[in-house]
């Protein structure tokens, strides 16, 4: 699985038409660039499963997609997987409504060792699998991204560009997971435009 021809790594990345940092993370973006509602979504720090399931009134499943070990330094994984202890294990998901709606996809990588321990049942979703365990965490969003990927218009059967993020997971003070996402244009349904003032 590639996410479009000129793209080696076997993850669905966004080809970046536009790319914000930590800073514009805290600082929140204009909204004739990104509405306020999706600004909630994408720079908040709660949970995108439960967000999802309160915007469908549907359960969010998981379909898992793949589970990779990866060599050293080569599957182009934003810069923050360096403090993921290796060896790295990649983990692909689509979240989707228990109708079958794919909502959004994401990509995590994990320590080998830490996956097990954490994500004893693989199929569940991140949130739930760490809420059974009273899991303490911390969402760290490190960056968030508007661009294209010609694979994810064919998987979610809605046109791009897209908008999508990376964060880090936080438990007891180390970084437990790295995790990029990109949403469905469908959560306009819910949602409203991208911006202020657009269509």
């Known amino acids: 699985m590639k996410s479009d021809s000129n793209t080696k790594f076997e993850w669905y990345a966004l080809d970046i038409i536009w790319g914000g940092t ?28 439960r967000h999802l399931q309160l915007l469908t009134t549907e359960n969010t499943e998981v379909d898992l997609i793949d589970m990779s070990l990866i060599n050293r330094g080569e599957d182009g994984a934003p810069a923050e997987i ?13 979240l989707r409504t228990v109708s079958g709606q794919r909502l959004a996809y994401a990509a995590s990588w994990w320590n080998e060792a830490h996956i097990d321990e954490y994500l004893q049942n693989r199929s569940l979703p991140i949130w739930e699998s760490l809420s059974r365990s009273y899991t303490e965490l911390y969402r760290d969003i490190q960056g968030i991204y508007y661009g294209n990927c010609t694979a994810l218009e064919e998987k979610f059967g809605e046109k791009g560009p897209f908008w999508g993020r990376h964060y880090l997971f936080w438990h007891n003070g180390k970084p437990l997971t790295l995790i990029y996402e990109v949403f469905s244009p469908y959560l306009r349904k819910y949602l409203g435009p991208f911006c202020l003032n657009c269509s």
Do not use: A, F, N, Y
Request: hydrophobic share 30%; net charge negative; proline share 10%.
């Open 82 to 94: 360096q403090k993921i202890l290796e060896p790295h294990l990649r983990r692909q998901v689509w």
């Open 22 to 49: 930590e800073e514009q993370v805290k600082q929140g973006l204009p909204h004739d660039q990104l509405s306020p509602t999706w600004q909630i979504l994408l720079l908040g720090d709660g949970s995108p499963t």
